[in-house]
């Protein structure tokens, strides 16, 4: 890209090294301002109707309304325009049209849009001259094409046909409807191309690394009437790069619209699938955060669980501060928060205490996030002068999030977390990097504290999850040997299900042997059946078992979800002093997962797990004996040792639980939960991993507009079980459910139900985390707790929008 500073416009690059390619600024579209760009070819200067693309890069503001990308029109009988609809129309990506008549066509996807945290890439490619109705016009989705739509009327385009994109004295617009402005739409859009007279796939433009689909660079020719909109010169934002040199005139649009936002440097925003008090509004690509009279709060994508972060408000808003990334409620009188009051107090977990200076409105509000001290703190500044260091010891230890808040009336906060210093035009811009050369700030970030935003974030050990966890779908054949692949790995940890039957759950393991099956819904020892019968290099091969069919019943089914631990270990506890009974097993150190094999020992003892940190959940099964629970112990609700059953429905215990807190090297156990000495047991230990794999818990509203739950990575499986109450043990993954929303499928961990989807959709799994979107006891109690570990497709830190 040109710019002032060579490849980037703001001197740096922003991508790192993970992208060969990077984008380095976005325009922001608000709607509120009617935000567009628009262009109208001349009665003899259209181009070819019949085939073309257009490619862009689209990150979602207001996810409420009905939202115009791009449009093309000479009348309201001759139109079409690719949109966003809102809420009403259930959030899909449409594409309209009308060909020389007052008839309606649409091609609607069952795909639903509402992650407003990252970066989609979205393809529009036409060709009318092909025969086959599928190929006239294909819509591929982050590389992806997509082939569910809710209505697909493709087949009502002839063959040859034109259509009203591309074509002589019509009207374009991007950003709204060319032909009665309206529907603005609002969020960013980045590195936009139009390919006049070719039907390209997605590859033209992006490629995909480590399973993450990254831009590319364009590299092919735009035609006659193309254009390459890249939006880096905030004094031409209309300009078009190509060779055509094919303008667009902005409305609505300044220079602080060109924002260092980007699919390669993705900054954090806040979020409106997380305000306290749904009657806030965010604008100016959920930046701007405002509120009539009642309290309530909004906080940000990203939660920080380690390093050093500043954050900048304008502030003409009541409070400013963080909050703890597992806090239920974050409203001023909520526990787990820390703000900074207008009236120079400060407010800790809902009290009120002496501070430093007030603040008035157009006051800036620095916040300095200080995660790697010890004890942890927060130091607010005002106009860039410092108010004193906060202890956060007592505020909560699931990372933190940035947040604005209300007591009362109507207020405002407009945040920068280093992508716009001018607040969205509100001031002079301030032109500040942080020391990675990163950002645009009002004033300099202390030494050592970054900006928000995805090229910032730590290095994560794992980028494609698939490489440690991966689900597989099959269907089964009846016979004594069907191999299973495309798992990526030899598993060592295979759950299978079938999908339309009522068998068991079975648990395989390598460490035990390919043949010795458990299960998650039944008490039963251990039995050699040979259902599995090896683990292969790309997967597993099962077999039909006369007596039960969990694994390859003819023409049934099947999910398997599979785990892989990797290197053998072997204690021997009296050579080692670790742990006081011997274990051996296999260990992946890198994504937090053992397989551990021992047998029970006296009263209170001990097992090395093989892993280099505490394990925060444990699933434990007695091998020898029938009739027992299958504990599942776990510290992710309040840090101390919780247990369940995983083959019933109880909800949380922690008494007469006395043993030892789960360390480094070793877990503990005891005789009252059913591995008694001489019997021979296998735990499957986890903790949780930057950006694959996390252990936690969230508190339900009871609400369709569930809690938002922030795993730091987009959720490849996740199982939820709510603690304070009885309940199953639900499990959801991106593989038998690929699109927003997902559906209650099943299955149960401690039940035989058959896959089963008239619960309807549940929740979004999102680019960082997942939104129960149903008021339902199963995942969303009001006030209830929920426990889940969820594992990752790809890390926050490079995810896309799902």
Known sequence: MSGPFGSSPWGYNPGGDFYSYTIDQSLRFDDGDSAHLDRTYSSSAGGNTKTWTWSSWV????????????????NTSNLMYLQLRGDAQDNRLDITWRQGSSTTRQLSTNRQFRDVSAWYHIVWAVDTTQATDSNKMRLYINGVEETSFSADNRSTISQDSDLIINANSAAHSIGTYSQSPSSYFDGYMAEMHFVDGTQLDSTSFGETKDGI??????????????FYLPFDDSSAI??????NTNDWTPSGLVASDVVLDSPTNNFATLNPLDNYNTGATLSEGNLKWTIGAADGASRSTYVMTAGKWYVEFLSNNDYIGVVSGNASIVNMNGTQTVYYAQDGTKRVNGSSSSYGASYADGSIIGIALDLDASPQTVNFYKNNAAQGSLNLTDVGNEGYSVSCGSGSGSTNATANFGQDSTFAGATTAGGNQDDNGVGDFKYAPPSGFLALCSQNLPDVA??????????VLYTGDGSNGLAISGVGFSPDWTWIKSRGGTAYH???????????????????AESDVGTVSSFDSDGFTVSRNSSYDGTNQNSQTFVAWNWLAGTAFSNDASA????????SGQVNTTAGFSIVTFTGGAAGYTVAHGLSAAPEIIFTFNRTDSGGAHYVFTTAIDGTIDYFSLN???????????????TSTVFSLDNDYGMDAGDNCVAYCFHSVEGYSKIGSYVGNGNANGPFVFTGFRPAWIMIKETTNAASWYIQDSTRDVDNPVQALYPIANDTLAENSSWGDIMDLLSNGFKPSVNDTAWNRSGGTYIYIAFAEQPFKFANAR
């Open 59 to 74: 990150k979602i503001g207001n996810i409420s309304a009905q939202k115009m990308i791009f449009s093309g029109s000479t």
């Open 506 to 524: 079975e648990l395989h393991d390598s460490v035990r042997g390919a043949g010795k099956r458990l299960f998650s819904n039944d008490t039963a």
């Open 462 to 471: 794992i980028i494609d999850g698939t490489d440690n966890f991966n689900t």
């Open 576 to 583: 080692t002093g670790v742990g006081t009974v011997d274990s």
């Open 238 to 243: 209309g300009d078009d790069e190509s060779a």
């Open 213 to 226: 689909w990254i831009p590319k660079k364009y590299t092919g020719s735009h035609g006659t009437t193309g």
């Open 648 to 662: 019933a429905t109880t909800a949380k215990n922690n008494d007469p639980f006395s043993m030892p807190a789960f």
